[in-house]
């Protein structure tokens, strides 16, 4: 059976991929998929760090190492996510944020475009990614809202964090060789408020979509029986790896918290030598001296958290998060084959049903009502024959979803791990490299400090003080 | 009610009569004293080398546990000669016993103050049981500066009792402390509050003194307290980074290519987490000299205390004085100026016979003789106290802003060490980070 490149990206979607996207995909017959989807996923990473986003040294360095992979392909498209606004409507209060585009892929009639969206709509488009591709790893988008602490929706440090994570959500997606082809994603790029509204009415219907709830439900109650070793090793590292993740996360929040309350003990600590000044004479510029330092170092304490707030703990957040998808994707999977393999139980009991002698129920009735029981096994053999060629067909359906299901997962969990070393490495390298700068910076206060203290003119012995 | 004429001719109004010359001179003096070589610790090396823990009964005849301390002491110059130094074990109370001989003996001198007695403003990982090794540790070393301080003190050096207590175990030391009588010469505590009260002419500088006093153990207070905190706090920093350890240890494990960076990279933040453990003990050490001078404090308001009181005993003297001046002009003139009842009984039952006039007059002549050889005594003393007080505290002051000055100076270089080691770790986790 020939399959057409369509089938390769979705075997539910009905949009053709674009002309222009990647040469290779082109003029491949199937037994190339595989290696498709690992030279796309080399593609996809060196563009991982956009203009908007802070490079670090460590950033850089994982950038050129992607860049010496590909093959002079650059980025086509630049999503900045900015300048939330709140509205307020009768019945509610939302945030939206600007979504600015620039792009020269042909697919897109213009080469900008400018458009609000609120968080509701970067849901819809998750969503609607996941449906049609459910093998594939989807960055994680922020949660809905913070349970732990209580933080108003609207507060400003909040809509900071979600705008960043929202970001990076659509860049992730831009950069996926497959998920920035789908027609979705363009709509959510490029449409209107009202034009969105109306697009998202489209599609299937709320009973279609609460079938397909109740099939993955069900398959995921009967389970899967061979799972291909290779899968079983992604699971057991996700679990692992999602408690390591968890814990980096929690450590990483006690170590803000902690080093929140330092700084509040230590801006206490400094005017107490500052008020001693006052009561001294010779020793009155050497206090202040001293008050001056720890003031200082408070300063430097502040924004060393900061960065860390800023750069580290989103970063474990957001993979948190991406253990939680990687889950269910695995899931999904698993559901793929699952309802596989189900269908094929159901072929093999027709399969002796046909071949079984005819001593059922039916043969039975038949010969009640006066059939022919020649005629009657005819019959039954018929129909059986029918209903087993259907279900050979639809069979044959399945195993390509499942093929399908698990090229789509490998790839992209190659191109995950890549991303997620290279996010990682360059939040913890960024944390290090800004805990020397706060050192460095604390040394050269005490230093200057030292250097006053010993040029000073002393009436008495010089004493010598080695460090 | 007797009217308050003030006796202006006869008290020293508390202003020293020495010229700010003489004062100058004075402070040299002593200073030569000590470059001279006459204090106790240019003569002989003194430490308190050991402590151990001892059972004994105590004063209600119970058991009970105690740490005694080992005092060794050999000639400065034995040192070459490899003479074992003469040793005896004291116990804290006895310190104790010492320094109320030496606070009474000599009103005048700022005497150092001792160690804690009991673990006060430490921050929660340091123990505040008096059992605790390291508490003893630093109170053994305390201990052993107040000896210090005592021996290089131009007069408490020359102290018989202090000699013995350094040297002489055998003899029963502390009968010989009481047998001096120190305790009687102790001024009660009503009597100095009374006078703080009451004195209306003290020295300026006593009372500026007390004052500074006052503040510097205000702010010294709550210096050590909030530095408590924050050396908690940054405990807590630090300690927490020792969970990354761990978690990348576990992490390496199922990580290929992470593996080995990850590794390394939790190795340095254990060695990070466990490096506070020395910079707080070193910071400890820092407390302590600040401590030292919180407790001085006590020392400084003592000396003003019994300048208060001396002053206060004088202005009694000569307001007695001046009573009696009074009363004998009244007897003489035969007025009555002010209001009293003697002057009421006179009027009521008739004037006193002259032979019985001439009898007071006598006993008041001979009690007027007496005030006014008090006076005179009670003048001198109070102008040797001042003097000597002063002198003591100005060498106190200038102890006080030199050992200070080096107590932030090496503050400053402990917090150098400190961001030492942070840079040190922190680039070689980078690099580590670098090689994930």
Redesign the interface.
């Known amino acids: 059976m020939s399959r057409t490149i369509d089938a390769v990206v979705s075997p539910t979607q009905t949009n053709t991929i674009p002309a222009d996207i990647s040469g290779q995909m082109l003029d491949l017959d199937e037994d190339d998929d595989l290696e498709v989807f690992s030279k796309d996923s080399t593609l996809a990473d060196g563009n991982m760090f956009n203009a908007s986003m802070q490079t670090s040294p460590?950033s850089m360095?994982n950038q050129c190492k992607f860049e010496e992979d590909e093959e002079g392909d650059s980025k086509d498209i630049f999503i900045t996510v900015d300048n939330p606004e709140s509205h307020v409507t009768a019945i509610e209060t939302f945030i939206t944020y600007r979504v600015l585009t620039k792009t020269t892929r042909s697919e897109f009639d213009n080469s900008e475009y400018e458009v609000r969206r609120r968080y509701q709509d970067f849901l819809w488009l998750k969503g609607k990614l996941e449906e049609a591709h459910s093998t594939l790893i989807v960055h994680p988008l922020p949660e809905k809202f913070v349970v732990k602490g209580m933080v108003e929706r609207f507060n400003g440090d909040f809509i900071a964090t979600r705008r960043k994570a929202l970001h990076k959500f659509l860049n992730r997606i831009a950069d996926h060789p497959i998920l920035s082809c789908s027609e979705d994603f363009k709509v959510f790029l490029s449409a209107q408020a009202w034009e969105l509204t109306t697009y998202k009415k489209q599609g299937p219907g709320f009973l279609s979509r609460m079938g397909e709830t109740v099939r993955a439900v069900a398959n995921s109650v009967r389970g899967v029986k061979n799972r291909p070793e290779e899968f079983t090793a992604i699971q057991e590292?996700v679990e692992?790896?999602s408690n390591?993740i968890s814990?980096?996360d929690k450590?990483t929040q006690?170590?803000v918290k902690?080093?929140k309350?330092?700084l509040?003990?230590?801006k206490?600590?400094g005017p107490?030598?500052t008020?001693?000044s006052?009561?001294e004479e010779?020793?009155a510029e050497?206090?202040k001296g001293?008050a001056g330092?720890i003031e200082r170092c408070c300063k430097e304490t502040e924004e060393q958290v900061g960065h860390l707030s800023d750069t580290l703990v989103p970063v474990l957040h957001e993979y948190v998060l991406c253990a939680e998808t990687l889950k269910a994707v695995l899931r999904r999977r698993d559901n793929i084959q699952a309802e596989f393999e189900a269908k094929n139980e159901t072929l093999a009991t027709k399969k002796v049903d046909r071949d079984a002698e005819s001593s059922d129920l039916g043969f039975v009735w038949g010969s009640l009502l006066g059939k022919n029981p020649e005629e009657a096994r005819h019959q039954r053999q018929e129909r059986l024959d029918g209903e087993i060629e259907e279900l050979k067909e639809e069979i044959d359906k399945l195993e390509d979803r499942v093929e399908w299901a698990n090229n789509a997962l490998k790839g992209d969990w190659g191109r995950w791990q890549r991303s997620m070393?290279g996010d990682?490495?360059s939040a913890?390298?960024s944390t290090?490299?800004k805990?020397?700068d706060?050192?460095?910076k604390?040394?050269a206060v005490?230093?200057t400090?030292?250097l006053s203290?010993r040029t000073e003119p002393s009436e008495?012995t010089d004493?010598d003080?080695t460090? | 009610m007797m009217a308050d004429s003030g006796p202006k001719e006869v008290a020293v109004i508390g202003n020293t009569d020495l010229t700010s010359a003489e004062l100058d001179n004075n402070i040299k003096n002593t200073m030569v004293e000590i470059e001279k070589g006459t204090s106790l610790l240019r003569k002989m090396e003194i430490s308190v080398a050991e402590a151990e823990k001892r059972t004994g009964k105590n004063t209600v005849n119970m058991q009970e546990l105690y740490t005694v301390y080992l005092i060794e002491t050999r000639p400065v110059d034995a040192l070459t000669e490899g003479i074992t130094p003469d040793s005896l074990w004291r116990r804290y109370s006895e310190f104790e016993l010492l320094r109320n001989y030496l606070l009474v003996t000599y009103p005048f001198v700022v005497v150092a103050p001792l160690p804690e007695k009991r673990a006060e403003i430490v921050w929660h990982k340091l123990s505040a049981d008096n059992m605790d090794p390291e508490f003893v540790e630093r109170r053994r070393v305390g201990l052993e500066n107040f000896l210090h301080r005592v021996a290089s003190h131009p007069v408490l050096c020359n102290d018989n009792i202090f000699y013995i207590f350094l040297t002489e175990q055998d003899k029963d030391w502390k009968e010989m402390v009481y047998e001096t009588g120190f305790q009687a010469k102790a001024d009660s505590r009503l009597k100095a509050v009374n006078a703080a009260f009451r004195v209306k002419n003290p020295d300026g500088r006593f009372t500026e003194l007390k004052h500074?006093s006052d503040?510097?153990q205000t702010?010294?207070s709550?210096?050590l307290r909030?530095?408590a905190?924050?050396a908690?706090?940054?405990y807590?920093?630090y300690k927490?980074?020792g969970?990354?350890g761990r978690?990348f240890s576990?992490?390496s494990a199922?990580e290929k290519?992470?593996g080995d960076?990850l590794q390394s990279?939790g190795h340095h933040m254990d060695a990070y987490a466990a490096s506070v453990d020395d910079i707080l003990e070193e910071e400890e050490h820092y407390a302590d000299q600040l401590k030292e001078y919180l407790f001085y404090t006590d020392a400084l308001r003592a000396v003003c205390r019994k300048h208060e009181l001396t002053q206060f005993e004088l202005e009694m003297v000569a307001l007695d004085l001046a009573c009696k001046k009074q009363q004998k002009e009244e007897l003489v003139t035969g007025t009555v100026r002010t209001f009293s009842l003697k002057g009421m009984t006179s009027k009521l039952f008739g004037q006193e016979t002259a032979e019985q006039r001439e009898a007071k007059l006598q006993v008041l002549e001979h009690q007027l003789k007496e005030g006014e050889e008090a006076v005179k005594e009670k003048n001198t003393e109070s102008d040797e106290f001042v003097k000597t007080a002063w002198v003591d505290i100005e060498r106190f002051k200038d102890q006080k802003?030199?050992d200070?000055?080096?107590a932030?100076?090496?503050?400053?270089?402990m917090?150098?060490?400190m961001?030492?080691k942070?840079?040190q770790v922190?680039?070689n986790?980078?690099e580590c980070?670098?090689k994930?």
Request: glycine fraction near 4%; hydrophobic fraction near 40%.
């Open positions: 460590g360095v590292y692992d790896f390591k814990c980096l450590v006690r170590i902690e080093q309350e330092y509040e003990e230590l206490e600590y107490t030598y008020l001693w006052g009561s010779e020793l050497q206090l001293v330092c070393r990682l490495k913890f390298f290090a490299e805990n020397v706060y050192y460095e604390c040394l005490w230093e400090f030292l203290q008495e004493r003080n460090p | 500074y503040d510097l702010v010294l709550q210096l909030v530095r905190r924050v908690d706090r940054l807590g920093v927490v980074h969970n990354y978690v576990e992490w199922i290519e992470m960076g990279a802003d030199r200070l000055k080096e932030l100076i090496s503050y400053a270089v917090q150098i060490s961001c030492k942070g840079i922190w680039t986790a980078k980070f670098n994930m």
